[in-house]
């Protein structure tokens, strides 16, 4: 092999791969999985507008416990969509904003959340000729 072949395939193996997510062991299913979750959506959309306060995303997000909002922030966080900061206060106060990947992602989730709402009389209307079909 020429030093020309060796240096390409060196400079290869060091480039970052791309995800996968129709593979079945790609670990960017995970990924997928939090950012397209129910909370991790609407997570992302309200941290859109602003950063927020715990309690702030809780009282906003219905139906949301807090043991779900948590494990959905922790994942957001883990994989760099969500930012994280704690001041040093008493009582504590933990702020989350997104991160400009974060940013990304939720704008792209923001069409799709905007579409379902200007659309659901029209899928409502599907749902209730499902059922009816059904029955």
């Known amino acids: 092999m020429s030093s020309k072949s060796l240096r390409k395939s060196i400079e290869r193996q060091h480039q970052e791969r791309r995800g996968e997510v129709m593979a079945a062991d790609c670990p960017s299913r995970a990924v997928l ?3 397209t979750s129910r ?17 702030e995303l809780r009282r906003a997000i ?3 416990s807090e043991k779900m909002l ?4 922790d994942a957001l966080a883990y994989d760099g969509l969500v930012l994280r900061v704690a001041h040093q206060v008493v009582p ?5 904003s997104l991160t400009p990947l974060g940013r990304e992602a939720a704008a792209r989730l923001e069409v799709l959340v905007d579409w379902i709402e200007d659309n659901f009389p029209l899928i409502q209307q599907a749902q209730d000729a499902a059922a009816l079909k059904a029955a």
């Open 70 to 73: 948590a494990q959905t922030l």
């Open 33 to 35: 999985g939090h950012i």
């Open 92 to 96: 504590p106060h933990v702020e989350y």
């Open 62 to 64: 219905g139906g949301v």
């Open 39 to 55: 909370w991790g959506v609407l997570v992302l959309v309200m941290l859109l507008e602003r950063t927020h306060r715990f309690s």
